[in-house]
């Protein structure tokens, strides 16, 4: 369901997004927020996802996320592989990839290309981003395959990215991040949303 808000109605779910999260701002708390006033429901769904798995997780409340460089001090707190993730897609924009890599490392889309068979590799459209995973530029994480119902979105992960005991990402919402671990992510959240085959990449 899509929910459309006034610039009044924006103002007040802002202003209870900024009192819900005064207390427990920047820290890093166990489980689900008791209260979900002013939260989308795409984020209340991680939750209830993840609670239905059995996977444990911590969560930590802070200001949007646009950028790597923002990401710095939620980095810090959540002593976690932050992973920046980027959706790809083929020149004729049939075939997708959700691509997991630390968040300082680059890489050049032609090495890239040459592991997974596909050429001319560039970033997909925020369009498609919403349409498949139900998420919004710098919101984007591997929590958002849940949303992939068709499976047109391949997963990549970096092997950097397996070195980690845990990661973060956010829960389909760039205002929070979790603390979730790699295991759990690999051997019950994937498995359980038929994204278990996914490709190790070298970058």
Known sequence: ?????????????????????????????????????????????????????????QRIDHEAAMTMEACEEIDRTLEA??????????????????????GDKVFKTKDLSAQIGSSRLSFAKAE???????????????????????????????????????IGCHPCVNTCSLKIRLEDILKILLPKISHQNFNIVEL
């Open 1 to 57: 369901m899509n929910i459309c808000y006034t610039s009044m109605q924006r103002m007040k779910c802002l202003k209870r997004i900024k009192s819900r999260t005064e207390e427990n701002y920047m820290e890093l708390v166990n489980g689900r927020p008791t209260d979900t006033q002013g939260r989308l429901d795409k984020e209340i769904r991680v939750y209830d996802f993840l609670d239905s798995l059995g996977v444990t997780y």
């Open 81 to 102: 592989t932050i992973c920046k993730n980027l959706l790809l897609c083929n020149r004729q924009e049939t075939q997708f990839y959700l691509l997991m890599l630390p």
């Open 128 to 166: 498609y981003m919403e349409q498949y995973l139900d998420i919004t530029p710098g919101s984007l994480s591997v929590l958002g395959l849940m949303n992939d119902k068709d499976r047109m979105v391949r997963l990549l992960i970096d092997e950097d990215v397996l070195t980690g005991e845990y």
